[in-house]
Nanobody, 122 residues
Framework: QVQPVESGGGLVQPGGSLRLSCAAT????????MAWFRQTPGKERAFVAG???????CYGDFLKDRFTISRDNAKSALYLQMTHLKPEDTAVYYC????????????????WGQGTQVTVSS
C-alpha cells in the first residue's frame, strides 16, 4: 500500500514560515502529479497547490503568492514552502498523488498521506 508521509507541521506565529515535506516512496513518482490540500473541521479538503510531473505549478486563489510548491523527483519528495502565515491557514495539510495530469479536485487523487497539523497562532 503506497502512502505518502507528510512532515514539517507545527505551531508558528502569524507572519512566520514553515516548510512541509512529503515523502512519496513506493510510487512511480516521476509519472505522478502531486498536490497539497488542507482541511479544517467540518469543511471539505481545499486545494492549496499542485505540481505536474514536469514541474508546472498551480495554486489556490486565496494564496496570493505566499506559498511555493516544489518537487524533487530524484528523492521522490514534495515540498510546500509557506510564508507570511495567517491564522486562517491553520489546518491539517495533506499530500496527495495522482497518476495523470494534476487537478484541483480532491476526489481525483489516488494516494493520500495522513496529514500534518499546521497551527498559526500567537
Amino acid at each position: 500500500q503506497v502512502q505518502p508521509v507528510e512532515s514539517g507541521g507545527g505551531l508558528v506565529q502569524p507572519g512566520g514560515s514553515l516548510r512541509l515535506s512529503c515523502a512519496a516512496t513506493g510510487l512511480k513518482f516521476r509519472s505522478h502529479s502531486m498536490a497539497w490540500f488542507r482541511q479544517t473541521p467540518g469543511k471539505e479538503r481545499a486545494f492549496v497547490a499542485g505540481i505536474s510531473y514536469s514541474g508546472i505549478t498551480c495554486y489556490g486563489d486565496f494564496l496570493k503568492d505566499r506559498f511555493t510548491i516544489s518537487r524533487d523527483n530524484a528523492k521522490s519528495a514534495l515540498y510546500l514552502q509557506m510564508t507570511h502565515l495567517k491564522p486562517e491557514d491553520t489546518a491539517v495539510y495533506y499530500c496527495a498523488a495522482r497518476d495523470g495530469v494534476w487537478t484541483a479536485e480532491f476526489s481525483q487523487y489516488d494516494f493520500w498521506g495522513q496529514g500534518t497539523q499546521v497551527t498559526v497562532s500567537s
